[in-house]
């Protein structure tokens, strides 16, 4: 309802588009009904193409406050400092939002969010991308830090043919193309204490929200646990066993073991993603195999391209040309 109504505010009607979608109106009279992701995902590219606007859904994600998050919103907001609130996002963002992954990863001296739809066939869905992370930078700056910028952003999908808006609006470099959507954030920002909690007030949204969703049921498996760091630190961090391990607050072997016991290992694990990941990117119109190397972290593209040979038996130029 909050995009909507700055959409009217445009002097447009949402109503022709909202027809268009399938959205309708009982699912925007109950503030707790539910809209297919893909349905959400169409409206705002709809939108952004009736509207002629091109960085739409930035916009209206940096205009969002707390509670047009809802209940999760209110608790980021009443949260002590950035670390802790984008805890309990990723803690329920995907249970709210199905068919997301959100991950708060601590990286060293960093912290990385990152967002992504995990249906690849929901394309386009630059819109969804930049309001998601506009949206989450815009309550940041409301409730904890006015001046607070990322040290970048990274969007998945290729670059805009003016790339300065997004870049004013983070206050920060925007690289696209990424395996990812996420935002890196410097860890004196993220653990910087803004207010003292309120326990109480915290434990009853809380509880407000798992009545919402459930039970959250965190991730069992440790090959789970330890895909999500690879895929919120590709291209940005070495992937090695001890920063894996050191994310997921284990020692390094005591990850090792317990991805052996589940047939797995950190080496199989990394080329799964780096494979997922390199078919899409180069998927994308103009896609360079140097840059895409570089997204998926290779030293050089000589290493990718072999790499690409050896799971395909083809150059990764074939698939780029046969998608063009």
Do not use: C
Not at 59 to 84: E, K, Q, W, Y
Not at 232 to 261: D, E, F, M
């Amino acid at each position: 309802m909050a995009l909507i109504e700055r959409f009217e505010a445009q002097g447009r009607s949402a109503q022709p588009l909202l027809n268009r979608i399938g959205i309708s109106a009982a699912q925007l009279t109950d503030p707790y009904g539910a809209i297919p992701l893909p349905l959400f995902v169409a409206f705002l590219e709809a939108a952004s193409d009736m509207a002629r606007d091109p960085f739409l859904g930035a916009r209206f994600g940096s205009g969002l406050t707390a509670p047009d998050m809802g209940p999760v919103g209110i608790v980021l907001s009443l949260s002590a400092n950035i670390d802790r609130g984008m805890t309990r996002i990723a803690r329920y963002a995907d249970a709210l939002q199905g068919g997301t992954q959100s991950q708060w990863v601590e990286d060293q001296d960093q912290f990385v969010f990152s967002y992504r739809i995990s249906d690849g066939s929901i394309w386009p869905r630059r819109q969804d991308a930049e309001f998601s992370l506009a949206s989450v930078t815009s309550v940041i700056r409301d409730n904890f830090w006015a001046r607070f910028a990322p040290l970048e952003v990274h969007l998945e999908h290729p670059a805009p043919s003016d790339p300065q808006p997004m870049k004013r609006l983070f206050r920060a470099p925007v690289l696209y193309s990424q395996p990812i959507n996420r935002m890196i954030i410097a860890r004196a920002d993220a653990t910087r204490v803004m207010r003292q909690e309120d326990q109480g007030l915290l434990a009853t949204l809380e509880r407000h929200v798992r009545d919402l969703i459930g039970e959250v049921t965190p991730i069992q498996d440790t090959s789970s646990a330890a895909r999500a760091v690879i895929e919120t630190n590709l291209g940005i961090s070495a992937i090695t066993l001890n920063r894996v391990a050191a994310a997921l607050h284990l020692g390094a072997r005591t990850l090792q073991r317990r991805l052996v016991a589940e047939g797995t290992s950190l080496r199989k694990l990394l080329q799964e993603v780096r494979y997922d990941r390199a078919a899409r990117l180069l998927a994308q119109p103009g896609a360079r195999v140097g840059q895409v190397a570089q997204a998926l972290g290779y030293a050089d593209p000589t290493a990718f391209w072999r790499a690409w040979r050896d799971w395909t038996g083809e150059s990764p130029s074939v698939r780029r040309v046969a998608r063009s």
